[in-house]
């Protein structure tokens, strides 16, 4: 199964974009990285001949694969770019997949998971 990791720029080449494409590939995905220079050099050339925003390029790729797998800033924000890629993948129906940030400064206490499942007539 072809997944496309959506993320944003700022984490090209570093070591976090080289951890989820190592957890995406132990999960059996095959890897579609924006961020290889193929399709850089695709994208560049791709704006230029057909005066489209070079996001429609990604959005193509997205289309191509089985699955999105994206990484949301630290802030829990979505980026302009992942944000379209994965908009994309919703409209054609994808599997979406969100890498895991900050999950131990995400947890809730059972008091309050108590009072959310009584909310929603859990409990």
């Known amino acids: 199964m072809l997944i496309y990791y959506a993320h944003c720029k700022a984490i090209y080449d570093t070591p976090q974009e080289k951890r989820d494409i190592e957890l995406l590939e132990k999960l059996g995905f095959r890897v579609l990285n924006p961020n290889h220079s193929e399709h850089q050099?695709?994208?560049?050339?791709?704006?230029?001949?057909?005066?489209n925003n070079e996001m429609v390029y990604f959005y193509d790729l997205v289309r191509s694969?089985?699955?999105?797998?994206?990484r949301a800033l630290p802030t829990m924000e979505i980026p302009a770019g992942v944000y379209g890629e994965v908009t994309e993948a919703i409209k054609e129906g994808k599997l979406i997949i969100e890498l895991p940030s900050r999950?131990?400064?995400?947890?809730?206490?059972?008091?309050?998971?108590?009072?959310?499942?009584?909310?929603?007539?859990?409990?």
């Open 41 to 51: 050099a695709n994208c560049m050339s791709y704006s230029h001949i057909t005066g």
């Open 65 to 70: 694969c089985d699955a999105v797998a994206f």
């Open 103 to 123: 999950i131990l400064t995400r947890g809730i206490d059972v008091e309050t998971t108590r009072e959310y499942l009584k909310e929603c007539g859990q409990r």
